[in-house]
């Protein structure tokens, strides 16, 4: 304790004190005995007249000797102060440490909620480079493994915006980068030169580089990439406590740069993939015009276990084959087995005037490989001779397709089958028909027919009310009675879930043919 008048001279000094303070003894000005804060608050706090000031709600703090100390104030009646005088240091420097740790935990959340709300791999290189300028360095880059002899980097400076570059440079000229580069641990900052540091790697206006920390971005497996760290010469180097909470945000940003770097990659695949999956476009082929429609199960996905094709034949003249049929289930598990039923369609092609045989093989695919599904399938063989189109039409356990006439009558075939993949044995039936000119053949697939809609949500399309829409499409082309068989689904549906929908249309034009020009291009008839 301390206690000093109203004139600001030392009265009392306890050995707590004069240990603290060896020079205040009574009779001495606390100015030249105690540190200037002291001397100044006790100026604020003594008065001849008490009523004036009142004890200090919140203690004073200040250093003395290098130490850390409270100092609590005590108003006496004849105006002198008593000093209480608290050694703070160790609690000071715990709840800095606590505010630090508490400011870098909500940093590395943050850090954690921007990287990850993105599957973007640029996007998180921006993130990285832009938030660990902000708060672990001067300027910071993000370093993605090299590709084509080119290293992506992102660079940022403290306040400014990210900005990427490919460098045409060898990461091992750097110390610890080419290491970093391929997931070994990081060099300690103090075993890099900073003037070692090359052009590249120093943003423009810079400066002279004080300190390096460049340590690794850990990924999924393999290396992410690095992260590099750059502080001024005047700023104060790194500390061994920065570098290893550089590493904890490194971690972060390279699970997500790697999770970035996944999804582009399934994304890539999945694209190739789907574009090899998804239905063709129909046109016009051989003089007999087709057109097809599909919608998947969901509205999110593209694929499914509908499918259809239409295989040209290998001599002009001939009939082409289409094959439509529906895989037992629905999204990308079903989507692989259509995939391989299309594949094995094509693989028979040269047997595509018998499609009984095309059927039964096409089974014994099926039933000799790991899928434990099924599928149904309609084959229509079409060829056009003269102002008709010959069909020939064979079903295995799909619905029959339908045949709209000139006058609006709407025929199904009779044609039966034996689903394909269940049986070892199967039995189909084939029918055959003819196309007037404007007249057309509808396949299609049961997610038609057993859409479930209407007023009451729970009533199915069906067959009947599927003959009363075709019958109304007479003369129609292709495209519009697909266009209206698709429209009058949806209608029906609303927003109510359904399975995979497909339909295929093949009509004899309204045109003769002309065969010179070989009749690949639409518009090459004449009335």
Same mark, same amino acid.
């Given at each position: 304790?301390?206690?000093?008048?109203?004139?600001?001279?030392?009265? $009392?000094?306890?050995?707590?004190?004069?240990?603290?303070?060896?020079?205040?003894?009574?009779?001495?000005?606390?100015?030249g005995?105690?540190?200037?804060?002291?001397?100044?608050?006790?100026? @604020?706090?003594?008065?001849?007249?008490?009523? @004036?000031?009142? &004890?200090?709600?919140?203690?004073? $703090?200040?250093?003395?000797?290098?130490?850390?100390?409270?100092?609590?104030?005590?108003?006496?009646?004849?105006?002198?102060?008593?000093?209480?005088?608290?050694?703070? @240091?160790?609690?000071?420097?715990?709840?800095?440490?606590?505010?630090?740790?508490?400011?870098?935990?909500?940093?590395?959340?943050?850090?954690?909620?921007?990287?990850?709300?993105?599957?973007?791999?640029?996007r998180?290189?921006?993130?990285?480079?832009?938030?660990?300028?902000?708060?672990?360095?001067?300027?910071?880059?993000a370093?993605?493994?090299?590709?084509?002899?080119?290293?992506?980097?992102?660079?940022?400076?403290?306040?400014?915006?990210?900005?990427?570059?490919?460098?045409?440079?060898?990461?091992? &000229?750097?110390?610890?980068?080419?290491?970093?580069?391929?997931?070994?641990?990081?060099?300690?900052? $103090?075993?890099?030169?900073?003037?070692?540091?090359?052009?590249?790697?120093?943003?423009?206006?810079?400066?002279?580089?004080?300190?390096?920390?460049?340590?690794?971005?850990?990924?999924?497996?393999?290396?992410?990439?690095?992260?590099?760290?750059?502080?001024?010469?005047?700023?104060?180097?790194?500390?061994?406590?920065?570098?290893?909470?550089?590493?904890?945000?490194?971690?972060?940003?390279?699970?997500?740069m790697?999770?970035?770097?996944?999804?582009?990659?399934?994304?890539?695949?999945?694209?190739?993939?789907?574009?090899?999956?998804?239905?063709?476009?129909?046109?016009?082929?051989?003089?007999?015009?087709?057109?097809?429609?599909?919608?998947?199960?969901?509205?999110?996905?593209r694929?499914?276990?509908?499918f259809?094709?239409?295989?040209?034949?290998?001599?002009?003249?001939?009939?082409?084959?289409?094959?439509?049929?529906?895989?037992?289930?629905?999204?990308?598990?079903?989507?692989?087995?259509?995939?391989?039923?299309?594949?094995?369609?094509?693989?028979?092609?040269?047997?595509?005037? &018998?499609?009984?045989?095309?059927?039964?093989?096409l089974?014994?695919?099926?039933?000799?490989?790991?899928?434990? $599904?099924?599928?149904?399938?309609?084959?229509?063989?079409?060829?056009?001779?003269?102002?008709?189109?010959?069909?020939?039409?064979?079903?295995?356990?799909?619905?029959?397709?339908?045949?709209?006439?000139?006058?609006?009558?709407?025929?199904?075939t009779?044609?039966?089958?034996?689903?394909?993949?269940?049986?070892?044995?199967?039995?189909?039936?084939?029918?055959?028909?003819?196309?007037?000119?404007?007249?057309?053949?509808?396949?299609?697939t049961?997610?038609?027919?057993?859409?479930?809609?209407?007023?009451?949500?729970?009533?199915?399309?069906?067959?009947?009310?599927?003959?009363?829409?075709?019958?109304?499409?007479?003369?129609?082309?292709?495209?519009?009675?697909?266009?209206?068989?698709?429209?009058?689904?949806?209608?029906?549906?609303?927003?109510?879930?359904h399975?995979?929908?497909?339909v295929?249309?093949?009509?004899?034009?309204?045109?003769?043919?002309?065969?010179?020009?070989?009749?690949?291009?639409?518009?090459?008839? @004449?009335?």
């Amino acid at each position: 304790m301390l206690v000093a008048d109203a004139q600001g001279v030392v009265v $009392r000094c306890n050995d707590a004190a004069g240990l603290l303070l060896p020079a205040a003894t009574p009779g001495t000005p606390l100015v030249g005995v105690a540190p200037a804060w002291l001397s100044a608050a006790h100026d @604020t706090y003594r008065s001849p007249d008490p009523h @004036t000031v009142q &004890d200090a709600e919140e203690p004073l $703090r200040g250093d003395i000797g290098g130490r850390r100390f409270e100092a609590h104030p005590t108003v006496r009646g004849d105006g002198s102060v008593a000093w209480w005088l608290v050694d703070d @240091t160790d609690h000071q420097l715990a709840r800095e440490a606590l505010r630090m740790e508490r400011e870098r935990t909500a940093f590395l959340a943050k850090a954690s909620s921007l990287l990850l709300s993105s599957l973007n791999l640029g996007r998180c290189m921006d993130v990285t480079a832009q938030m660990a300028a902000e708060s672990l360095a001067d300027a910071a880059l993000a370093i993605a493994p090299s590709r084509s002899r080119r290293l992506p980097v992102v660079t940022c400076l403290r306040g400014g915006t990210p900005v990427l570059a490919d460098m045409s440079v060898d990461p091992d &000229d750097v110390p610890g980068l080419g290491e970093a580069l391929r997931g070994f641990p990081p060099v300690p900052s $103090r075993w890099i030169d900073p003037a070692a540091a090359p052009a590249w790697m120093v943003p423009e206006g810079f400066g002279p580089v004080g300190s390096i920390v460049i340590t690794p971005l850990p990924g999924h497996g393999v290396p992410a990439g690095a992260l590099v760290l750059l502080r001024k010469a005047e700023t104060a180097s790194f500390s061994a406590e920065e570098e290893v909470f550089a590493r904890l945000f490194a971690a972060r940003a390279g699970a997500a740069m790697s999770a970035a770097r996944l999804y582009a990659e399934q994304t890539a695949i999945t694209d190739v993939l789907m574009r090899e999956l998804m239905p063709p476009v129909l046109h016009q082929v051989s003089g007999v015009d087709f057109a097809g429609g599909y919608r998947p199960s969901a509205d999110h996905e593209r694929i499914g276990g509908d499918f259809y094709d239409v295989h040209p034949a290998t001599v002009e003249g001939e009939a082409s084959l289409v094959s439509l049929g529906d895989v037992c289930g629905k999204g990308l598990e079903a989507a692989v087995l259509t995939g391989k039923i299309r594949n094995t369609l094509h693989a028979l092609l040269p047997l595509a005037g &018998d499609h009984q045989r095309m059927l039964s093989l096409l089974n014994t695919a099926l039933l000799s490989s790991h899928h434990t $599904r099924f599928a149904t399938l309609v084959l229509a063989s079409a060829q056009r001779l003269g102002n008709t189109v010959d069909l020939k039409l064979t079903s295995g356990g799909h619905p029959s397709p339908l045949i709209i006439r000139a006058d609006g009558t709407v025929e199904e075939t009779d044609t039966r089958g034996t689903l394909i993949g269940a049986l070892p044995n199967i039995s189909s039936s084939t029918t055959t028909a003819s196309l007037a000119p404007g007249e057309s053949c509808v396949l299609y697939t049961d997610g038609i027919t057993e859409a479930k809609g209407g007023p009451m949500g729970d009533t199915l399309f069906g067959e009947e009310r599927l003959k009363r829409a075709l019958s109304g499409c007479a003369g129609m082309p292709a495209e519009g009675i697909v266009e209206h068989v698709q429209m009058l689904a949806a209608q029906w549906l609303g927003n109510r879930p359904h399975d995979d929908m497909a339909v295929v249309v093949i009509s004899a034009p309204r045109t003769h043919y002309l065969s010179a020009v070989n009749g690949h291009t639409r518009g090459r008839f @004449t009335a």
